[in-house]
């Protein structure tokens, strides 16, 4: 059950792209909890004129009262670029499908999924993300494209596009809306986590641990499968340069005392607030958490020690291949490999 987190990791916050995730943070609540948090974070131009930027981060499932209260952050700003690859139809009243690994883990845990939670039919709600096909398109074209020779006088450059697999790409998402071996895979296990009250606990429990170090896992399980690097760097690159050059624009048609809000997975912020103060000259100003969801450890079927425990094993495993850590010792990443027909 463990090692299915690091792909739930993934789909929880659309994939984390580095170690440090200054948007997502775990609490702890006595006697033996813990909470969930994602950060909406406000930034002002370095200039003093502009409109104010607000990174509101999320994650794809909650609690009722969680999006309630993005949601009304959101309605305050005067536009709002949120995620969604091919998402245009949200904005028109369109609902998402539930069928997917993120809506089954929602039910089954007792919690919301996000795209049945936010209201999107907004007028000053803008889609942001790269539609399926430019998205599909980005990803050929890095898998096709000749690798640089290198250089032996020049440093290593390691902006070179990835390499990127189709088949894992195509597996991935077809899990995410519910389609293919590997969302029947993932489906029996999301049943057995919300079997029962105990159990439902116990894998919010895992979660909040495992999602408070999303990006460090991410990383581990990045370095231990050259398929998820290259697939986790095309979805972070391509579509977070998306948002900054959508953002660029409309900040630009806004004057001071308006704000504009860049609504997406919690761990698509440290880079797009990277770009924002970097490229487009903002400063951090205020700071608001929101907690999605907790869970209670005198329910859990482990306690949290050992699920502490646990983890850090399989951190051991990923970062010392010698030791087992490589994709033949992990369930999740044996699922995203090409299956020979």
Not at 220 to 247: C, G, H, W, Y
Not at 252 to 268: D, E, P, T
């Amino acid at each position: 059950m463990v090692s299915l987190l690091f792909l739930l990791t993934s789909a929880l916050f659309a994939e984390a792209p580095k170690t440090t995730l200054s948007f997502i943070r775990t609490q702890e609540l006595p006697p033996s909890s813990g909470a969930l948090q994602t950060l909406s974070a406000e930034f002002k131009p370095a200039g003093g004129a502009g409109p104010s930027v607000w990174l509101i981060g999320v994650a794809h499932l909650g609690t009722p009262e969680y999006y309630a209260a993005l949601q009304k952050r959101l309605d305050a700003q005067s536009a709002v670029l949120f995620e969604g690859v091919g998402g245009e139809r949200l904005a028109e009243g369109a609902k998402a499908e539930s069928t997917g690994i993120q809506g089954q883990l929602a039910k089954a845990l007792g919690l919301v999924f996000q795209l049945d939670a936010i209201d999107y039919k907004r007028a000053h709600f803008s889609n942001s993300d790269l539609t399926a096909d430019a998205l599909n398109q980005a990803i050929e074209r890095r898998a096709t494209e000749p690798a640089p020779k290198p250089d032996p006088a020049k440093p290593a450059d390691k902006s070179a596009p990835a390499k990127v697999d189709n088949e894992t790409f195509t597996q991935l998402m077809g899990a995410l809306h519910g389609e293919g071996d590997l969302a029947e895979s993932l489906g029996g296990m999301v049943t057995l986590m919300g079997s029962t009250p105990e159990m439902r606990e116990t894998t919010k429990l895992m979660l909040v641990e495992a999602l408070g170090q999303a990006g460090e896992l991410i990383d581990l399980a990045k370095a231990a499968s050259p398929d998820m690097k290259d697939l986790f760097e095309v979805l972070i690159t391509e579509r977070n340069a998306e948002v900054i050059r959508q953002l660029d624009a409309r900040v630009r048609k806004l004057g001071s005392g308006q704000s504009i809000a860049v609504f997406y997975g919690a761990a698509h912020m440290d880079e797009i607030a990277r770009r924002l103060t970097g490229q487009l000259r903002y400063t951090p100003a205020a700071q608001h958490w929101d907690t999605a969801f907790t869970a209670d450890g005198t329910k859990s079927i482990m306690p949290p020690a050992q699920i502490k425990m646990m983890l850090q094993m399989m951190r051991t495993q990923l970062q010392n291949p010698s030791a087992g850590g490589d994709a033949a010792q992990l369930p999740f990443l044996n699922l995203l490999q090409p299956q020979k027909k």
